[in-house]
Nanobody
């Protein structure tokens, strides 16, 4: 069974950057697809970025060109580099893998 824990959230000004990390434990990490989701206050949770076990990636249109998802299978880590942040990126960001969710980390972008 996979367990996930996010870190790296915080408060940043618009135009700034943050790097989120997701530490995985338990299952055979390198075989698992993983993703970042986010949920803004009063809105539904949405997919931000996806990375397959082989490293293929997909992004929501709203973050293409600004966010980069990556993984380090040896360290059982996944990352989300977020650049050129906007106020509308404010949300709780969740790590996901094979039906398991992390506890979330708050990202707040001030305009």
């Amino acid at each position: 069974q996979v367990q996930l824990m996010e870190s790296g959230g915080g408060l940043v000004q618009a135009g700034g950057s943050l790097r989120l990390s997701c530490a995985a434990s338990g299952s055979i990490f390198r075989f698992n697809a993983m993703a970042w989701y986010r949920q803004a206050l009063g809105k539904q949770r949405e997919l931000v970025a996806f990375i397959s076990s082989g490293g293929s990636t997909n992004y929501a249109d709203s973050v293409k060109g600004r966010f980069t998802i990556s993984r380090d299978n040896a360290k059982k880590m996944m990352y989300l580099q977020m650049d050129s942040l906007k106020a509308e990126d404010t949300a709780v960001y969740y790590c996901w893998s094979i039906g398991t969710w992390g506890q979330g980390t708050q990202v707040t972008v001030s305009s």
